[in-house]
């Protein structure tokens, strides 16, 4: 019930255009962010090898006091090239307070699963279950012969004072950035 109320919650955030990086921007930072992703963790890369397509969010920025927001914006890469761009937002309440930014990356291993994500309605990433956050713990014993989940979510380059990083309440919704 909660879940679905931060989603409902997210979806009504405003991300102002005024703050929107152009097209370009938003993919060089996307693909930095994936490179530097690659490089410390390799089994990122293995995933990242095998993947339909992958969505990065370079800078997610988290904050509040009780209730929080998070948005970013970021690229869906199909074959390396940029399929389209999107924007993940979100909206929790509990006992919660500071400021982080962290990226995110979201491995498609199936082509419905991409196209479902890549669509124009909203992609609600929290509540769904074929998705499957690994921190570094649980990627070090991921065994990337065997993959049998539809997404992969890697959290990378966190900083700032808010403890713990989720996807309950995410939503991606497609943008349409200046050239």
């Known amino acids: 019930m909660m879940t679905l109320s931060a989603a409902a919650l997210a979806s009504m955030l405003p991300v102002p255009a005024m703050a929107r990086e152009p097209a370009a921007e938003i993919e060089a930072k996307s693909r930095a962010a994936l490179a530097e992703l690659y490089a410390g963790n390799p089994k990122a890369a293995a995933i990242g090898e095998r993947a339909k397509g992958v969505m990065v969010f370079p800078n997610i920025i988290k904050g509040g006091f009780v209730i929080a927001g998070s948005s970013g914006d970021g690229v869906l890469l199909v074959d390396d090239k940029v399929s389209k761009y999107f924007n993940i ?91």
């Not at 509990?94 to 419905?112: H, I």
């Not at 699963?113 to 309605?121: G, M, R, V």
């Not at 509540?127 to 014993?141: H, I, Q, R, T, Y």
């Open 89 to 179: 937002s979100s909206a929790s309440v509990g006992l919660q307070a500071g400021g982080q930014s962290y990226g995110y990356a979201l491995f498609f291993m199936t082509d419905e699963k991409l196209a479902e994500a890549s669509s124009d309605a909203n992609w609600d990433v929290g509540s769904d279950p074929n998705v499957v956050v690994l921190d570094k713990g649980a990627a070090a014993e991921l065994d990337t012969t065997s993959l049998d989940k539809a997404v992969y979510a890697f959290a990378f380059s966190q900083k700032g004072l808010m403890a713990g990083i989720s996807l309950k309440g995410s939503r991606t919704k497609e943008i349409h950035p200046s050239k």
